[in-house]
């Protein structure tokens, strides 16, 4: 049962199945469909930032979850986005759930698009924030320059490294990565293992083999009929817009939200903006992705 | 005095400045500042949808406009954008208006851009719908077989054409081209004079200069600093949305709403959430463009 509408005091809980157990958190409620969250690139729970999932959370309940590997999660962390798409669907196999929302993040909204063709029905309503279709372009290169100099820097710790790759170098956006890492620091107990370098080498060969597309690029996803929502930062250097761009012109049915000034984490940086549209688009009925 | 607020119904009105005078219509109103409404190549005070007009008109005055030359307005129409920006400022000082809102539409879209940048405080908010920068790619090349086949049809009259030619071959997106026509067809009285073939002329012109870049393409852009509203359908044919993706990338403070199914009159197609996204972003008093 939910105990708190949170990430901040959500407290983490496990599900055992078969062989692994997962480690999600699930908060909130209300008329909507469960909202299943999908993290990026060495992100556990604690990296949701609670300005996006609590308000989410007053529509309807939010599922944040850690994937094999990840967090308190067995297992190890699959080298492709099939593999983490597999264990995404046994999860949500083993708490009962055989519709939901999605919310994927950067590597999630890929593990996101994958169950949608695994498994059709799975989900009502899709959300893909800062990620690309199978076949996309310059998908976590973090050797390039406008990266590396961040990941390179011995003055960064943790989370002053993602205010850095997740904004852009502007004022604003800056000042808005400052007030996101001060809402992740809100949490104070209960919190996950942070991802060391075993993850960031399975979830990089993801990317890479992500990259490859099989056949003529970007057919595939006219598989996916859901609603869509996709949204993304103009600026974003760890998977430019063009692969939103690639997105919103082959899946049938997609929205496309692009935020200025913004990065990788646009959606952290205009919360406000980003959880009115997604609470509007999640609680159409429409067949179409419009709202 | 606004006297109703439709434009199946609002009359034409005449505006006398300096050696010109200029049809219009101005109907509804609330508490934003007017919205001045700048049409599509060929396009009349008869060409607004009034399911796009008439639920904006409901909070703020709304002023659809003739250009010099077009219905009712006297003149030549000017062979650039910026002679059509010149006439458009002309109109709002004729009217005493220091300060408005504006939707522009295709050829209108980059009068508003233009008029911005000659008179950086005449808008306080910019909605540019199916429109593209100076310097743009492939602006309404009419020859192009996707569009010349319904140009040369000779089975469609006018509206039949715009239907083919706004919306894309999809059954959804033809089926909101009929209901589009129905629309304007409401109105029976006070029509404006159809553009013919001069019109076209010397708008054909001004697309192929906007189409010349002068300097570092799109420089010009950063300039509009205006809280900025960028809506394109993926699938647009007349003026591609690639051109919306140069603007939301090079405008400091643009959002981009894209929308499936959909081909230049994708506002028109998408009324509902249109006029939705339009009324929020207008209401907004931000000074970032994510509303």
């Known amino acids: 049962m939910t105990t708190t509408a949170s990430n901040t005091t959500a407290p983490t809980q496990l599900l055992r199945v078969k062989n692994a157990t997962y480690a999600y958190r699930r908060f909130g409620g209300g008329p909507g469909l469960p909202l299943l969250c999908l993290q990026h690139f060495m992100g556990t729970l ?10 989410l959370a ?48 950067s590597l999630g909204g890929m593990v996101a698009q994958q169950m949608a063709q695994d498994r059709p029905a799975i ?25 590396a100099r961040h990941l390179a820097d011995p003055s960064l710790d943790g989370y002053a490294r993602l205010a850095k790759l997740f904004f852009t170098s502007s004022p604003s956006s800056q000042a808005a990565g400052q007030a996101f890492v001060g809402r992740l620091e809100r949490r104070k107990e209960d919190l996950d293992p942070v991802s060391g370098q075993a993850v960031a080498a399975a979830q990089i060969a993801a990317f890479r083999e992500w990259e490859r597309s099989s056949g003529a690029p970007f057919v595939d996803l006219r598989s996916i009929e859901q609603p869509a929502l996709v949204v993304n930062g103009v600026h974003d250097e760890m998977i430019p817009i063009s692969n939103s761009y690639r997105l919103v012109e082959n899946l049938p049915n997609a929205v496309l939200l692009a935020y200025p000034d913004s990065g990788h984490g646009s959606l952290f940086q205009f919360h406000e903006s980003f959880t009115r549209q997604a609470s509007a688009f999640l609680g159409s009925d429409s067949p179409f992705a419009p709202y």
Do not use: Q, Y
Request: proline fraction near 6%; charge should be negative; include cysteine.
């Open 58 to 105: 007053s529509g309807r309940e939010v599922i944040l979850f850690d994937n094999a590997g990840i967090g308190k999660s067995t297992g190890e962390v699959p080298t492709t986005v099939a593999g983490m798409a597999a264990h995404a669907l046994a999860f949500l196999d083993g708490l009962g759930s055989t519709r939901c929302d999605v919310l994927g993040f």
């Open 123 to 147: 989900f009502r309503r899709i959300i893909l924030a800062g990620t690309a279709p199978r076949g996309g372009e310059d998908i976590m290169h973090l050797h390039k320059p406008s990266l």
């Open 46 to 55: 604690d990296n949701w930032d609670p300005a996006v999932t609590d308000p």
